[in-house]
């Protein structure tokens, strides 16, 4: 079946626009997680989701950047008057449960590289 | 300090080596992860393991709980294993969550 996708591929935008990034996680999964990689750094977790809901945010850098989840299934990540220090490749992931103890393997999207000018 | 720690950062091998890639991690874990990314592609899960050892083809992964340690081996190098391998941790974040925790990655280099 499909994976996951997100969209834009690229995106590159001027200082202080705002922009919004889409992710399609894997039909059925109820787990979706939002990473960023800035270059020079690793993966950071930004945000996850359990349905519609949102238990952890603790990984938003800002009040600038905020998401949501319609439906169970697709997500925006959404980022405000966007800073140069916001260019990296942002990355969606599923999984089928975060139940603990549970096969838990996240699927990854091939994310979008962001550009802030 | 980090939480995930891996070394080394680089690695370069001949084809045909046998290659170790290890992970420590100071957290409490419920599940790690290893994952490959390739230049310019996208990230492939390798292993979940929480004990133990896995096997698929030429990668093996084992985890000391005791030791927090994990290594990711790959028998009989060749050039196509090379990637920017990542450990990632599944912590026990008071059942809230079960982001990932990544460490800095590994960039395997096998010359053929």
């Known amino acids: 079946g499909a994976g996951v996708s997100q969209s834009p591929s690229n995106k590159v935008t001027e200082k202080g626009k705002d922009v919004e990034l889409r992710c399609d996680p894997i039909?059925?999964?109820?787990?979706l997680y939002w990473y960023r990689q800035s270059l020079g750094q690793g993966l950071e977790f930004l945000i996850y989701?359990?349905?519609?809901?949102?238990?952890?945010k603790s990984g938003l850098p800002s009040d600038r950047f905020s998401a949501e989840r319609t439906g169970g299934s697709v997500s925006t990540l959404t980022i405000q008057r966007t800073q140069q220090e916001d260019s990296a490749v942002y990355l969606c992931?599923?999984?089928?449960?975060?139940?603990?103890?549970?096969?838990?393997?996240?699927?990854f999207g091939p994310g979008t590289r962001l550009t802030v000018l | 300090k980090n939480e995930v720690e891996q070394s080394p950062q680089n690695l370069t091998a001949q084809e045909g080596e046998f290659i170790t890639i290890n992970c420590s991690y100071s957290?409490?874990?419920?599940?790690l992860h290893w994952l490959q990314q390739h230049p310019g592609g996208g990230i492939v899960s390798l292993f979940m393991?929480?004990?133990g050892k896995k096997k698929h083809g030429r990668l093996i992964a084992t985890i000391n709980i005791q030791e927090k340690h994990s290594s990711l081996h790959i028998t009989a190098s060749h050039p196509r294993d090379s990637a920017v391998y990542i450990c990632a941790v599944e912590g026990v974040w008071g059942g809230a969550t079960n982001k990932l925790i990544f460490g800095t990655g590994t960039l395997l280099a096998v010359q053929p």
């Open positions: 039909s059925g999964h109820t787990a």
């Open positions: 989701f359990q349905g519609n809901s949102a238990p952890d």
């Open positions: 393991l929480s004990s």
């Open positions: 957290v409490g874990i419920s599940a």
């Open positions: 992931a599923s999984s089928q449960s975060r139940r603990q103890g549970f096969y838990n393997e996240q699927f």
